[in-house]
């Protein structure tokens, strides 16, 4: 099975050329890209004492030359783990949209990006996605976060999480500022379609991510979907039965747990009480997994992406919520970790299908999701202006 010539990005060695410098923009940066002469935590009193950084990541040095002054580094979940944005170690960050008392969370893992963009403090809150870690704290505080494909932007100098799905991005206010920062961090222009919204048909699919949606977080999706449709939006239903396929794929663990422990097995042999507990419980479900089980996953994997990038290839984007349920409290997430992780799990599950699919996608207020399969990234940041602007009319 072969995929359309349509879903390739234009190869014009042109478009990927280094873009001149422009006006000067404030950017935070995710604790866990290195910055020349810091210490890189990952949010973390595991890494207090590692050697700091001898150079920017390439995603921060891309955004300096492009006229970025960087106003700090932002809290995180330990080590990139956690849709929820929680962080014993250094606080979780409270949900700038939500009352002081109770505090919700902000999502994760990049809670203090969405934070520092939420409170004006930065343009562009640079960040990563290996589940929907830019899309979750996005769509929780009513920001836009896009995940391109992944191979578009280097990860050097950025700690792992997952290799296989890990993604470098930011988080904005809006769609252009979020196409100007992916095309700082990949070095590349994007082209603009200037298409009117009836020029587009997308594809909502019924099953999953609609499961366990809260009631009001359904009622906004009713809402925003009807006004799109107003709008001119082609939209078609569709049912994706492979979607129910994730859990065999993933059943010994999943790439997070099994590529982690990789990284963190030797330091956490002899630091695991330094660790976040559910942190470290996650890590050291990878422990479990053989090389035979990763062959396997990686083997899954490949298929199931080639099915399901043929199924939408019809289609300019998939549209879902980005999340099904609205902020939880910070509370309610203390200290019952059956809660937490039931919280988490249904936070990360509709973004992280995107990331299993090597896909790209974007969130933007209200809550909705565009998405697409690899190297769809144009026709995705063309349609978002559409709907930005259709939502916001």
């Known amino acids: 099975m072969t995929l359309p010539a349509h879903t390739l990005l234009t190869t014009n060695p042109a478009l990927f050329e280094p873009l001149p410098a422009g006006a000067a923009f404030k950017f935070s940066i995710k604790d866990l890209f290195d910055v020349a002469g810091e210490v890189t935590t990952a949010g973390s009193k595991v890494l207090q004492g590692a050697p700091a950084a001898k150079a920017d990541a390439v995603a921060v ?57 939420s409170a004006g403090l930065a343009a562009i809150g640079l960040g990563s996605d290996t589940g929907g870690s830019l899309r979750i704290p996005a769509a929780l505080c009513d920001l836009v976060g896009f995940k391109s494909t992944a191979r578009l ?31 700082i961090l990949a ?72 590529e982690s422990y990789r990284w963190h097995k030797n330091l956490i042999a002899v630091q695991q009480e330094a660790y976040d507990p559910r942190v470290a419980k996650r890590i050291l479900l990878g422990s479990l997994a053989s090389d035979v089980d990763y062959a396997q996953l990686l083997a899954h994997r490949a298929d199931w992406m080639l099915r399901v990038s043929h199924k939408l290839s019809d289609f300019d984007a998939v549209l879902s919520p980005t999340v099904p349920i609205a902020a939880p409290t910070i509370d309610s997430l203390a200290s019952d970790d059956d809660e937490f992780f039931r919280v988490n799990a249904l936070l990360l599950r509709n973004p992280s299908i995107v990331n299993l699919l090597d896909g790209c996608a974007i969130a933007l207020p209200p809550n909705l999701m565009l998405w697409q399969a690899s190297l769809h990234d144009d026709a995705i940041l063309n349609l978002a202006l559409a709907v930005e602007a259709a939502l916001s009319s």
């Open 187 to 258: 070095a590349r222009r994007v082209p603009r379609a200037r298409k009117a919204l009836n020029q587009y048909r997308i594809a909502i699919a019924d099953n999953v991510f609609f499961d366990g949606i809260g009631e009001e977080t359904g009622r906004i999706w009713q809402q925003a979907v009807q006004t799109l449709t107003n709008a001119g939006l082609k939209i078609v239903r569709i049912q994706l039965p492979e979607l129910s396929e994730i859990s065999a794929i993933n059943q010994a663990g999943g790439f997070s747990p099994i």
């Open 61 to 117: 040095a891309r955004l300096k030359a492009a006229g970025g002054v960087a106003v700090g580094r932002t809290n995180m979940s330990e080590f990139a783990f956690s849709g929820v944005g929680w962080n014993p170690h250094f606080g979780t960050p409270h949900n700038p949209l939500a009352p002081a008392s109770p505090a919700r969370v902000t999502g994760g893992s990049s809670s203090g990006a969405a934070s520092s963009v």
């Open 153 to 183: 932007v280097p990860t050097a100098g950025v700690l792992p999480l997952s290799p296989s799905l890990d993604t470098v991005g930011a988080i904005t206010h809006d769609v252009a500022t979020a196409i100007r920062a992916h095309e």
